[in-house]
């Protein structure tokens, strides 16, 4: 970091312990400073126009973090999120894209573990048992390698990564310049981890939750709702970041995307949402939890509705395609390294060329897979059918064909044309009704920009 962008975060730091809210406009200012490239000046307006507006959600949303979660925290999650992640990680990762000819991620998620303590339906994690683990030095090793790419932001996933909560505390402590993120079941979440969120800073968890309390235990098992619950309150108490996630389907998308629903989590200090849609991926799948086209254009027009009146801020993994031009996978935005290693492009697809103990990642991100992803990408000019999988199943059985690449699946390989089988029907069932939802926000945005 250079003298001038050194100063800049010294004083950013300065200003969000002092009487935050009313130096926003100096903040921001020095947010355009840092982003030497513009490769956010977009985004930098847009939340700039929205946190200025003392009557808007947003502020709200920020008002209640400087009030609800500890300084240190939000400072935190300033300089190692926001400049280190986005702001100075990008130009470098654009950078390196630029240099080596390849996907340059701005996130990496990796397994520590397949363990898990619950047997979810419709998951595969629990059926791999506690088999495979990235070892400390290998998380650590991935973190260096990332850095030097560009990449400051890390999500574990599983398995339940909170099975190995000691050893990712110890790699927060080694990487202060990074962010930690978590999705997480909640049931493994207890005093001694609060207290050391607290102390490292750097790391923030999703609780993983299906909606009520039918809904959670018909999924994950009886008690677990009433265990994410508490350990929501616990987290609260010691002032911590933390959100949910959810995996809506056929059977709970309503109740998800309900405001009952949400403005509970929002009151239990829930800052952030998830939202992934049900995915039909390994030996235990269950096609029929696939959510119908109504349900995903009910999540879509949620998820709008959300941003504009509640104070949460509000991602769906899917439905957010038409912001971020469509799939992300890939390296494109992330990819994903599984507990045995396999370094994959995306979380639901359970395809590799590499091994991250055999490579380094720079070399897994030009494996054949995931070159064969950046020459394809977007998959579909309508970006509300991002998913190779999901929305165009011919574009992944054609990758993962012509790369060579091969299942990773650690319970039974599956092969290409199989899995692709299951969601054909989902994806021409979705088609026209994304196509409608594509023409009419297309049609708002000319309308918008005419304006």
Same mark, same amino acid.
């Given at each position: 970091?250079? &003298?001038?962008?050194?100063?800049?975060?010294?004083?950013?730091?300065?200003?969000?312990?002092?009487?935050?809210?009313?130096?926003?406009?100096?903040?921001? @200012?020095?947010?355009?400073?840092?982003?030497?490239?513009?490769?956010?000046?977009?985004?930098?307006?847009?939340?700039?126009?929205?946190?200025?507006?003392?009557?808007?959600?947003?502020?709200?949303?920020?008002?209640?973090?400087?009030?609800?979660?500890? +300084?240190?925290?939000?400072?935190?999650?300033? %300089?190692?999120?926001?400049?280190?992640?986005?702001?100075? $990680?990008?130009?470098?990762?654009?950078?390196?894209?630029?240099?080596?000819?390849?996907?340059?991620?701005?996130?990496? +998620?990796?397994?520590?573990? @397949?363990?898990?303590?619950?047997?979810?339906?419709?998951?595969?994690?629990?059926?791999?048992?506690?088999?495979?683990?990235?070892?400390?030095?290998?998380?650590?090793?991935?973190?260096?390698?990332?850095?030097?790419?560009?990449?400051?932001?890390?999500?574990?996933?599983?398995?339940?990564?909170?099975?190995?909560?000691?050893?990712?505390?110890?790699?927060?402590?080694?990487?202060?310049?990074?962010?930690?993120?978590?999705?997480?079941?909640?049931?493994?979440?207890?005093? %001694?981890?609060?207290?050391?969120?607290?102390?490292?800073?750097?790391?923030?968890?999703?609780?993983?939750?299906?909606?009520?309390?039918?809904?959670?235990?018909?999924?994950?098992?009886?008690?677990?709702?009433?265990?994410? &619950?508490?350990?929501?309150?616990?987290?609260?108490?010691?002032?911590?970041?933390? $959100?949910?996630?959810?995996?809506?389907?056929?059977?709970?998308?309503?109740?998800?995307?309900?405001? %009952?629903?949400?403005?509970?989590?929002?009151?239990?200090?829930?800052?952030?949402?998830?939202?992934?849609?049900?995915?039909?991926?390994?030996?235990?799948?269950?096609?029929? +939890? &696939?959510?119908?086209?109504?349900?995903?254009?009910?999540?879509?027009?949620?998820?709008?509705?959300?941003?504009?009146?509640?104070?949460?801020?509000?991602?769906?993994?899917?439905?957010?395609?038409?912001?971020?031009?469509?799939? &992300?996978?890939?390296?494109?935005?992330?990819?994903?390294?599984?507990?045995?290693?396999?370094?994959?492009?995306?979380?639901?697809?359970?395809?590799?060329?590499?091994?991250?103990?055999?490579?380094?990642?720079?070399?897994?991100?030009?494996?054949?897979?995931?070159?064969?992803?950046?020459?394809?990408?977007?998959?579909?000019?309508?970006?509300?059918?991002?998913?190779?999988?999901?929305?165009?199943?011919?574009?992944?059985?054609?990758?993962?064909?012509? @790369?060579?690449?091969?299942?990773?699946?650690?319970?039974?390989?599956?092969?290409?044309?199989? +899995?692709?089988?299951?969601?054909?029907?989902?994806?021409?069932?979705?088609?026209?009704?994304?196509?409608?939802?594509?023409?009419?926000?297309?049609?708002?945005?000319?309308?918008?920009?005419?304006?």
């Amino acid at each position: 970091m250079m &003298i001038g962008q050194k100063l800049a975060v010294k004083l950013l730091m300065g200003y969000l312990a002092d009487k935050p809210m009313e130096k926003l406009p100096r903040m921001f @200012s020095l947010a355009e400073k840092l982003d030497r490239r513009n490769l956010h000046a977009s985004q930098i307006q847009a939340v700039k126009k929205a946190l200025l507006d003392e009557g808007s959600n947003w502020r709200l949303l920020v008002e209640n973090l400087f009030r609800e979660v500890d +300084l240190r925290l939000i400072q935190k999650l300033v %300089e190692s999120f926001i400049v280190n992640a986005n702001l100075l $990680g990008g130009a470098r990762a654009q950078a390196a894209a630029e240099k080596h000819d390849c996907n340059i991620p701005w996130a990496i +998620l990796m397994d520590p573990t @397949s363990a898990c303590n619950l047997s979810c339906v419709g998951c595969w994690a629990a059926e791999y048992g506690s088999n495979h683990n990235l070892s400390y030095e290998m998380l650590d090793s991935i973190c260096r390698q990332g850095k030097e790419l560009g990449v400051y932001f890390y999500i574990f996933s599983g398995g339940e990564p909170l099975v190995r909560w000691k050893d990712l505390i110890k790699l927060c402590a080694a990487h202060q310049d990074c962010y930690f993120f978590a999705f997480t079941n909640g049931t493994l979440v207890n005093e %001694e981890l609060c207290q050391e969120l607290l102390r490292v800073g750097n790391f923030a968890l999703a609780f993983s939750i299906e909606g009520d309390e039918e809904a959670t235990d018909l999924r994950r098992g009886k008690g677990t709702y009433r265990k994410v &619950i508490a350990a929501m309150e616990l987290m609260r108490k010691h002032k911590l970041i933390f $959100g949910y996630s959810t995996c809506y389907h056929r059977y709970n998308t309503e109740s998800v995307g309900s405001d %009952e629903f949400i403005d509970d989590m929002i009151a239990r200090g829930c800052r952030f949402a998830w939202n992934f849609t049900y995915m039909p991926v390994g030996k235990g799948a269950k096609p029929d +939890l &696939i959510a119908t086209p109504e349900q995903r254009a009910y999540m879509y027009r949620r998820a709008r509705e959300i941003r504009e009146t509640k104070p949460i801020f509000y991602m769906d993994f899917w439905n957010d395609g038409e912001y971020v031009n469509g799939c &992300i996978a890939g390296g494109r935005c992330y990819l994903h390294i599984n507990a045995a290693g396999d370094v994959e492009p995306c979380a639901f697809i359970h395809y590799s060329n590499v091994n991250i103990h055999d490579v380094t990642l720079l070399e897994a991100l030009k494996a054949p897979l995931f070159q064969a992803y950046r020459r394809r990408q977007p998959f579909n000019p309508n970006h509300l059918r991002p998913c190779p999988l999901l929305d165009n199943p011919d574009a992944l059985r054609a990758m993962v064909k012509e @790369s060579g690449a091969k299942s990773t699946d650690m319970l039974a390989p599956e092969d290409v044309d199989d +899995l692709c089988a299951k969601t054909e029907s989902a994806a021409a069932q979705w088609a026209p009704v994304a196509d409608q939802l594509w023409a009419e926000s297309q049609a708002k945005h000319d309308e918008l920009s005419a304006g």
